[in-house]
Every structure is written in structure tokens, then in C-alpha cells.
């Protein structure tokens, strides 16, 4: 953390070598230690997920491309892959939920976000196509 920090002090200092449209984009979660500097000189951007059940669902549906269920290989197939999204999307906005309840919730805290609900889906997808071929 500190070597992150002198070298973001290097480039505002030297700021002619740097070029105009140069940004540095980070991703962190909250840690004691990062330094108050780097927060200070940076725009902060975060985002939270909806709260509720509902409000949950609704974000994951608005996400999905309107072509999500065509990627079914075989027709017979979409309306088993349509009740499997839509269980995969209510357990994921549960996990979520439930991680707000800190060691009530869970015993151990698992940020289950986006990308494991898209890698979700990916495997679903997979196994849903791979079963119907060997039919």
C-alpha cells in the first residue's frame, strides 16, 4: 500500500510526464491500511446492490440481453432453461440478501456477486445442452 501510494504521488508531482488523458482505475474493497492520500486525490465510485428480493430479481432480468434464452441449442429445451434462470436469479438475490445479516446470515462471509451468477448461468446453459445431446 505504501509503494502504491509514493507511486501515485510520483505521477501528481510529475504530472508533464504523464499523458492528458491518462486514468488509473483500481478496484478495492474497504481495508484499514489503504492509504487516506489515495482516497483523497481519487473519485470515488461504488455500487451497491438493491435491496429486497424483488429489487434483486428485477436488476438481474434488466441485465439479461434479449436474445438470453435463444442460446439454447435445442427449442425443447427453453422453457426448462427459463424456470432454471429464473431459480438460479431468486438464489442468487437470497445469497445476496442474506449477506446483509453479516454472521447471522452466514457463517462465513462469501461476496456472491455478478460474476458468479453469469458463471452460473454459463455452466447451467452447458449442462442443460450437454445432457439433451447425449439423449
Not at 19 to 36: A, G, V, Y
Not at 47 to 68: C, I
Amino acid at each position: 500500500m505504501k509503494e502504491l501510494e509514493k507511486i501515485l504521488e510520483q505521477l501528481e508531482q510529475d504530472r508533464s510526464t504523464v499523458q492528458e488523458n491518462f486514468r488509473l482505475f483500481m478496484s478495492t474493497n474497504p481495508h484499514p491500511k489503504f492509504p487516506i492520500s489515495v482516497l483523497q486525490n481519487s473519485l470515488r465510485v461504488t455500487t451497491e446492490p438493491p435491496t429486497g428480493l424483488k429489487a434483486n430479481m428485477s436488476r438481474l432480468y434488466n441485465n439479461m440481453q434479449d436474445d438470453k434464452f435463444n442460446n439454447v441449442k435445442f427449442t425443447s429445451e427453453k422453457g426448462k432453461y427459463k424456470k432454471l434462470v429464473f431459480a438460479l436469479s431468486w438464489f442468487h438475490s437470497i445469497i445476496i440478501e442474506r449477506n446483509k445479516f453479516k454472521s447471522l446470515g452466514w457463517n462465513i462471509k462469501y461476496d456472491f456477486n455478478d460474476s458468479d451468477w453469469i458463471t452460473s448461468d454459463s455452466i447451467l446453459l452447458m449442462c442443460l445442452d450437454t445432457s439433451t445431446d447425449k439423449t
